[in-house]
């Protein structure tokens, strides 16, 4: 069974451009969440979305968004690009909602903001 | 905020000594932890996780031990191996559930020495 997949890995925007990354979960997973990684603030939730529905959110600006698709897959966007939001972008995928379930992570796109 | 710590950034051990990594949580309602494993270029790996009605649990080589009197958590891994060499980090889910409460802790870095 294939793992998370996610796309692109690298990618290197300037201040104020957009970007969407895309996040493949394991099939038969409908619930998504997507994270920011960075060496100092480790680990933070961003969403999660279970059936197309997003179901809990984190403590991030509405510059982030996401969405995701009848397949399961989802994207998220990040507009108006600051410097501060260069981080490694995870998303996980499990197979029911969201509490106390393991997740399974994607390899994350590394984004870099000049 | 409620936050998740790590004692040591880096830890060090000759292959085939046992490795103990640490982590303080905050938080009293924590319900559940888990511990991730990240090696470099890839995305957290579940390694274990423990309920707050245990005290310990046991993995293949390792073991979680969980203190909720000191509201601290440790991971033993017992000779430890090169392919051991990660970050490890902590995660912790109150009692109210649902991946948006996560805390995670910034990672200790695992150094296997041959």
């Known amino acids: 069974k294939a793992g998370v997949t996610q796309t692109p890995r690298y990618l290197i925007k300037t201040r104020g451009q957009q970007v969407t990354l895309s996040c493949s979960p394991i099939s038969g997973h409908r619930s998504v969440s997507w994270y920011q990684q960075t060496p100092g603030q480790g680990l933070q939730f961003l969403f999660e979305?279970?059936?197309?529905?997003?179901?809990n959110k984190g403590n991030f600006p509405g510059r982030f968004s996401g969405r995701q698709f009848s397949n399961s897959r989802s994207e998220m966007n990040v507009s108006t690009l600051e410097l501060g939001d260069s981080a490694l972008y995870l998303c996980?995928?499990?197979?029911?909602?969201?509490?106390?379930?393991?997740?399974?992570f994607g390899p994350g796109t590394r984004l870099t903001v000049l | 905020g409620e936050s998740v710590g790590l004692h040591l950034p880096t830890l060090s051990v000759q292959e085939g000594d046992n490795s103990i990594i640490n982590c303080a949580y905050s938080n009293s309602a924590s319900d559940y932890f888990i511990w991730y494993k990240q090696e470099s270029g890839k995305g957290p790996q579940f390694i274990i996780d423990?309920?707050?009605?245990?005290d310990k649990r046991q993995g293949q080589r390792v073991t979680v031990l969980l203190n909720k009197t000191v509201k601290h958590l440790s991971l033993q891994i017992a000779a430890t191996q090169p392919g051991d060499s990660a970050v490890y980090f902590c995660a912790e889910i109150p009692n109210s559930g649902g991946y948006q409460k996560v805390t995670f802790g910034i990672g200790t870095k695992l150094q296997v020495i041959p």
């Open positions: 996980a995928s499990t197979v029911g909602a969201s509490g106390g379930i393991e997740q399974f």
């Open positions: 979305y279970f059936s197309e529905t997003q179901r």
């Open positions: 423990i309920r707050s009605n245990m």
